[in-house]
């Protein structure tokens, strides 16, 4: 099977750098991604980690180690609108077709 | 500009109801995907479908059943709707293969009263 863990909460100061960590148990593994939910909103695609290593996108950047299990998204020069919740997911290797979330962290991101 | 829509935004049903959820994307994706999404629990997959005509059981596929008929189209059906079905509904859409980005519809809250 598989399962994910991230915090459930993250409170930040704007213009902060915050970092929110994923660790995994999987059967398979095919990558991590890192999804972005405003309160009412649709899950939004940020990022995937297939090889260890950093990849950045603008101000965000996203973590993986697979000896680890271990992921983290990394949030900098933090603004108002990063207030929203985070997901990491993993996709099985052997159901390949298949997306496993975690619960989600809350990024609560103050004045 | 890539569009995934889904029926409605709120609906409030009686406990027994059969109920019909609609989505749509206009992205020629071949998988499609029904989540919920529960506080605390993160989104769990009800069922996907990899092609028309084709699906597959999530991880919660109790008391729901779906329908794929057109590539563009994805419905989740509650035969009898009970109250722990009340939730937030997610679909997503995605393509075959190496593609690791789900693009996500806004979401049903249905009520199940």
């Known amino acids: 099977g598989q399962s994910l863990e991230q915090p459930s909460e993250v409170t930040a100061v704007e213009g902060a750098i915050v970092q929110i960590n994923c660790t995994y148990q999987t059967s398979g593994f095919y990558g991590l991604s890192w999804y972005q939910q405003h309160d009412g909103g649709a899950p939004t695609f940020l990022s995937y980690?297939?090889?260890?290593g950093l990849e950045e996108t603008g101000r965000f950047s996203s973590f993986l180690s697979r000896s680890d299990s271990y992921g983290y998204l990394l949030l900098q020069e933090l603004q108002m609108k990063d207030s929203a919740s985070y997901f990491c997911?993993?996709?099985?290797?052997?159901?390949?077709?298949?997306?496993?979330f975690g619960s989600g962290t809350k990024l609560n991101v103050k004045p | 500009d890539v569009k995934v829509t889904q029926s409605s935004r709120y609906l409030v049903k009686r406990t027994g109801e059969k109920v019909f959820l609609e989505c749509v994307q206009d992205m020629d994706h071949e998988n499609m995907f029904w989540y919920r999404q529960d506080p605390g629990l993160g989104l769990r997959l009800i069922y996907f479908?990899?092609?028309?005509?084709?699906?597959e059981k999530g991880d919660i596929p109790e008391g729901y059943s779906v329908s794929r008929e057109k590539k563009e189209r994805f419905s989740l059906i509650l035969e009898s709707a009970s109250t722990n079905q009340t939730s937030m509904y997610l679909c997503?859409?995605?393509?075959?293969?190496?593609?690791?980005?789900?693009?996500f519809g806004p979401g049903t809250r249905l009520t199940v009263t």
């Open positions: 980690n297939a090889l260890d």
């Open positions: 997911a993993v996709r099985g290797n052997l159901d390949f077709n298949k997306f496993y």
């Open positions: 479908s990899y092609d028309v005509k084709m699906k």
């Open positions: 997503a859409s995605s393509f075959a293969g190496g593609s690791n980005e789900q693009y």
